[in-house]
């Protein structure tokens, strides 16, 4: 095909000309091209239209119509010149100029594009095909505003122009407005039930404000319009993936990539999907891919960036992500991505500084419905000066683990000079951090404190980098949560002494994670452990996974069952010799109680566990048992199982309490 319309290129140089003809063998044969053209025989119109230029080199209609013959033909450069030389016959004809205008747009010329388009608009202002153009034009250009103001002067010349309606909700979308999107693509649809665009923007638009059923009746339309839409099977695949149905969703995601292998999106969900299920080496290949079609989609970079991570390649996984900054420096999501590979590094002072990030890497609509989210945008939040008698608030921002982490900062603002210490976090925890020195006030933090009640705030997180935290030299000490010493006893009085090791079980975190199903165990896993004889295996297990517990006898629920919050949870893990657990907040909460504790941590890890070694710099108590790559969870459990031999019940304490607080401290807070 290249060939047939180079040589058609070199006819309208003027190269090989035929003897001039008749002009009715000229209008027969212009004639006989558009019939073709109209049958959408693309090779014998322009088999037509070349027998024209043969006749007339200089024919306007025929240079008109073999420019969008080789447009559509895939030969943009040589339609552009077509274009060009009909509009050096009729320099102000709109069509000519209008689809000039597309093939340049097509070619990434948009200088040019945009030049001939705004020719259009002042030749026929009244034209809103071409106002829709312009925009597209300009809308490539980043240009939103400009674009924005072309597609409503279209609308607003004929509010039922299917394309300006479609470029407007995409607009609206981009920018987040789903309501506008949403809006403008249900009128486009009202105009035209049968236009893919508008579907697969509505569907889009439903998926990202969390309503994938709506959103699948969307693209199942989308599929049935065009069944191999690209578009629609990647659309249905988020669909899938929201609905937790994985493997449907990389069916469709692979079927989109077949059909359209440059489809950069659906390539980067499945990336996401292989990742998920631990297949790294695939995940990349998917992910380089894309950046091989893409090179600016900052999206390829980073799932690119994932995969390697989680393979252990934490340099690799960091250049791809400065790959990503180098497209986007302000992409907040790329620093704080980046922060957590150098905070896995232990890299904290520069770690804990990009991770500053992570509020509107999270994208700040996301705490929309939270009551801190007024906090996001308020100006008196503490970078780390002298507090001079100030009242401040700490805000938690993120999980039960990472609250309990940073709580061991608390005590240490008084330090800093502040006057009254204000500590705002989940229901479940406010009995516990009543007890943590150096605070004077906890409230929950779904009831936050009137802003005239203190005078700065910080959120939880930020604590580290505040106070200078090193991964040699973490201030605070351990342990920093306590237990009223009645609590405590009355715990132990419930499990009965045994003369067994009596260990606490957490195998399963919060489903909200997206790597859950990488950290959490099956209780089933446990059953080495389970059947030591001089092991007690107590449940510690709140949520969902708890239920497993009913299929081993030998695992104790009943005090767990009877705990309410935290503070009772603390109680329990006192009354423990062991703590063994998977990345969630019950290991941190031994570990900030001081209870030996045993971290099951998966093998791509957690930023703040790092990348080698037994021990945590954040709990003196821990030991770390590491998943190694491709390592199944018995393997883990088997090492557990063999340092468990050697770990046998301590011998009868000669104090009534092992509590870390003094027993004046005998006191319930409510």
């Avoid at 703590?579 to 093998?603: M, Q």
Wanted: glycine share 8%.
């Amino acid at each position: 095909m290249g060939g047939f319309f180079s040589r058609v290129s070199a006819r309208l140089r003027g190269e090989d000309a035929a003897p001039a003809r008749p002009a009715q063998d000229v209008d027969a044969s212009f004639a006989a091209a558009m019939t073709e053209y109209r049958a959408g025989r693309l090779p014998a119109a322009a088999s037509g239209l070349r027998s024209v230029l043969d006749i007339q080199p200089e024919h306007f209609d025929a240079l008109h119509m073999m420019g969008v013959v080789l447009h559509q033909s895939g030969d943009s450069e040589a339609a552009a010149d077509c274009l060009q030389r009909a509009l050096g016959r009729q320099p102000d004809d709109v069509a000519a100029l209008n689809n000039l205008g597309l093939v340049l747009l097509s070619l990434r010329r948009f200088a040019e594009a945009e030049s001939a388009l705004r020719r259009v608009t002042l030749l026929k202002p009244d034209g809103d095909r071409a106002w829709n153009n312009l925009g597209v034009v300009l809308q490539a250009q980043a240009r939103h505003a400009e674009a924005g103001t072309c597609f409503a002067q279209a609308l607003a010349l004929n509010p039922a122009n299917v394309d300006a309606l479609v470029n407007r909700a995409n607009l609206a979308k981009d920018a987040g407005d789903h309501a506008s999107a949403e809006e403008g693509y249900r009128r486009a649809l009202a105009v035209d039930d049968h236009r893919v665009e508008a579907w697969v923007g509505l569907g889009q638009v439903l998926h990202a404000i969390g309503r994938p059923d709506a959103a699948a009746p969307c693209f199942a339309r989308v599929l049935d319009l065009r069944p191999d839409s690209a578009a629609g099977l990647n659309g249905m695949g988020l669909v899938h993936r929201a609905q937790g149905d994985m493997a449907a969703a990389e069916r469709s995601f692979r079927r989109a990539c077949e059909v359209d292998r440059s489809q950069v999106e659906a390539l980067c969900n499945l990336a996401r999907v292989l990742n998920a299920d631990a297949r790294w080496e695939e995940a990349e290949h998917c992910g380089q891919h894309a950046a091989s079609v893409r090179p600016d989609s900052l999206d390829a970079w980073r799932v690119t960036a994932a995969a390697q991570r989680a393979s252990g390649r934490v340099h690799e996984a960091e250049a791809s992500l400065r790959r990503a900054l180098a497209l986007a420096p302000e992409s907040a999501a790329v620093q704080y991505e980046i922060a957590t590979l150098q905070l896995l590094r232990n890299d904290y002072p520069q770690g804990f500084a990009l991770f500053e990030h992570r509020f509107d890497a999270a994208a700040r609509t996301a705490w929309a419905a939270s009551s801190r989210a007024t906090l996001l945008n308020d100006g008196r939040r503490w970078r780390g000066a002298d507090l001079a008698g100030a009242r401040i608030l700490v805000w938690s921002e993120q999980g039960f683990g990472d609250t309990l982490m940073a709580m061991r900062f608390l005590p240490l603002l008084k330090g800093r000079g502040a006057g009254e210490v204000l500590f705002a976090c989940e229901r479940p925890l406010v009995r516990l951090a009543e007890r943590v020195d150096g605070v004077d006030l906890v409230v929950r933090d779904d009831a936050l404190p009137e802003p005239g009640r203190f005078d700065c705030h910080v959120p939880a997180m930020s604590l580290p980098l505040l106070f200078g935290a090193t991964h040699d030299a973490i201030p605070g000490k351990v342990p920093y949560l306590r237990v009223p010493p009645s609590g405590a006893e009355a715990m132990r009085a419930r499990l009965g002494e045994t003369g067994k090791l009596g260990v606490g079980l957490a195998w399963a975190g919060s489903t909200t994670l997206q790597d859950d199903a990488r950290r959490s165990i099956p209780l089933a896993t446990f059953a080495p452990v389970l059947t030591l004889p001089h092991v007690r295996a107590v449940s510690l297990q709140k949520g969902p996974g708890s239920a497993q517990a009913a299929a081993w006898p030998g695992v104790d629920t009943d005090a767990i069952d009877g705990c309410q919050d935290f503070l009772d949870t603390a109680a329990l893990v006192l009354a423990l010799d062991l703590v063994i657990s998977v990345d969630t907040a019950v290991a941190h909460l031994a570990g900030a109680l001081g209870v030996p504790v045993w971290l099951l941590n998966r093998s791509e890890s957690e930023w703040r566990w790092g990348l080698e070694g037994e021990s945590s710099a954040w709990y003196p108590t821990m030991r770390i048992f590491r998943q190694g790559r491709g390592e199944p969870w018995s393997g883990v459990l088997g090492r557990v199982v063999v340092a468990l031999q050697g770990h046998r019940p301590p011998a009868p304490a000669c104090t009534a309490s092992n509590s870390v607080v003094p027993p004046n401290e005998d006191r319930e807070s409510g």
